[in-house]
């Protein structure tokens, strides 16, 4: 199984309050993503990561900041968290490096994000 | 921007049924093309994959083939178990970057 870890698993949080989702893999993957899952809509792709400091928007990205400092690390940041992004998000890498198109995304085991 | 659909769930089945989910998408050119399952607590794990037209993916009695005339890639099982019972996903590759996902289809299966 590939290496990764979120965290939290849960959490529970008031609107208005920052709320920072961490991704920690251990396999050395160059692409990091953040996807959400909500009834209806599947997965939908927030940001993803193509490299230290090498960051861009996927197609749900607004309210939603990321950062990766390190190789293994992607942080997923709710600047000021609404009841819209209650949701699990789950944290997926990319074996395939320069082409993840062709190739499997391994996924993190969710993290499960309530607002009140 | 690009999009994959797949059929409505849910869909229950009794077990030894035959299944098929459709699934379509819109991206030109060929893209790669995925069937993910997600068990219930679990994060979502690779099924099968076509990286071309005309290719079949198949894995645990699990087929889809890559239709480019149709630009379809609909799975199919000829007797499901109960154990199949899960969330399935199709998806496409076609940027170097992104893998877009259908809306997702809830299997249930009775014994």
């Known amino acids: 199984d590939a290496g990764i870890t979120q965290s939290p698993r849960h959490k529970v949080t008031e609107t208005g309050t920052p709320v920072t989702l961490r991704c920690h893999q251990t396999e050395n993957h160059r692409y990091m993503y953040w996807y959400r899952q909500d009834p209806g809509h599947g997965l939908r792709l927030i940001h993803y990561?193509?490299?230290?400091?090498?960051?861009d928007k996927g197609e749900v990205s607004d309210g939603y900041s990321v950062s990766r400092s390190k190789t293994e690390d992607f942080l997923l940041t709710l600047e000021s968290a609404t009841s819209s992004q209650t949701s699990v998000y789950f944290c997926?890498?990319?074996?395939?490096?320069?082409?993840?198109?062709?190739?499997?995304?391994?996924f993190g085991e969710g993290s499960r994000l309530t607002v009140l | 921007g690009n999009s994959v659909t797949q059929m409505e769930g849910p869909v229950t089945l009794s077990e030894e049924a035959f299944l098929t989910i459709n699934c379509t998408y819109t991206?030109?050119?060929?893209?790669?093309l995925f069937w993910y399952v997600q068990y219930p607590g679990e994060g979502l794990q690779l099924l099968l994959k076509a990286t071309k037209a005309d290719d079949k993916g198949s894995n645990k009695g699990f087929e889809a083939t890559y239709r480019k005339e149709t630009t379809s890639f609909h799975l199919e099982k000829g007797s499901v178990q109960v154990s199949d019972s899960a969330v399935y996903f199709c998806?496409?590759?076609?940027?170097?970057?992104?893998?877009?996902f259908g809306s997702g289809t809830r299997l249930s299966i009775r014994p």
């Open positions: 997926a890498i990319s074996e395939s490096g320069d082409r993840p198109n062709t190739g499997e995304l391994f």
């Open positions: 998806a496409e590759g076609s940027s170097a970057s992104k893998i877009i």
């Open positions: 991206a030109t050119g060929y893209p790669s």
């Open positions: 990561s193509y490299g230290v400091k090498d960051t």
